[in-house]
């Protein structure tokens, strides 16, 4: 199980068996010019590790989690939270995106659940993905 050390210091953990998920992070992958963000699935060891440290994180496959590390103390993200700060980190035409943190939670984390109870139907919709290049597959941790 990878330790804290190993850990980059923005990490988003995504559930590696949803189409949409798996899209939201090329999408993550192709707006982040700077390569600030890794990734791994919830299902695996990194996530494991992160869970361990963090037993208040939900248990459910259906949230993306944001492991934010940059500042030096770790703070965890989850559900809409963590797609309003990882837009927010992205800058530029995606930036205003992380306005919306300013939105009631409460609202913001019924509208993802809402989605996130359909993603597997919208994930067969949108096909198969595409793989990350060469490059892009070394910000993949297990």
Sequence with gaps: MPSQADEPARLV?????????????????????RGLFHFAPLQGSTAA????????????????VYVDRSAGTERIHVRGD????????LGGRWGWIGLLRVLPRRLTDFLYRAFARNRHRVSRALGQCSLPSVAAQARFLP
Excluded: K, M
């Design 82 to 89: 963590a797609l309003f700060r990882i837009a927010g980190e």
């Design 13 to 33: 953990l995504y559930d590696g068996a949803c189409g949409v998920c798996q899209r939201s992070i090329q999408w993550i992958l192709a707006a982040d010019a």
């Design 49 to 64: 590790a992160v869970r361990t440290r963090h037993p208040e994180l939900p248990s459910d496959l259906d949230s993306i």
